[in-house]
């Protein structure tokens, strides 16, 4: 079992930056790809981001628009998602999730790919 805590949401203006941290529990952490998913009351899951296990392969969602960057630290056991040039379109609940699968390429992943998802942090940017 691993669990996933998101930390750095908050209330920020458009145009403003927010880093968004996830903290695992187990040091298994850097066998598993990792992803971030955002959501919104009434909608789907969507994809934002994606990470190998040592970060060979990154990719975003179109919508990113080169605005964010995602990393990790796996002697720390910690994904990041840095969030800049923030949109009030991009308010939602932001996901950490674990994949144990590997990455195809062209290939998005998915929720169900994910084995392990985190608790969620909000994100609110006002106009």
């Known amino acids: 079992q691993v669990e996933l805590v998101e930390l750095g949401g908050g209330v920020v203006q458009a145009g403003g930056s927010l880093r968004l941290s996830c903290a695992a529990t187990r040091r298994t952490f850097s066998i598993y790809n990792m992803a971030w998913f955002r959501q919104s009351p009434g909608k789907e899951r969507e994809f934002v981001a994606r990470i190998s296990r040592y970060g060979g392969t990154i990719d975003y969602a179109d919508f990113v628009e080169g605005r964010f960057a995602i990393s990790r630290d796996n002697a720390k056991n910690m994904l990041n998602l840095q969030m800049n040039n923030l949109k009030p379109e991009n308010t939602a609940v932001y996901y950490c999730?674990?994949?144990?699968?590997?990455?195809?390429?062209?290939?998005?992943?998915?929720?169900?790919?994910?084995?392990?998802w985190g608790k969620g942090t909000l994100v609110t940017v006002s106009s």
């Open positions: 999730g674990a994949v144990a699968g590997n990455f195809e390429e062209g290939v998005v992943t998915t929720t169900k790919n994910v084995n392990y």
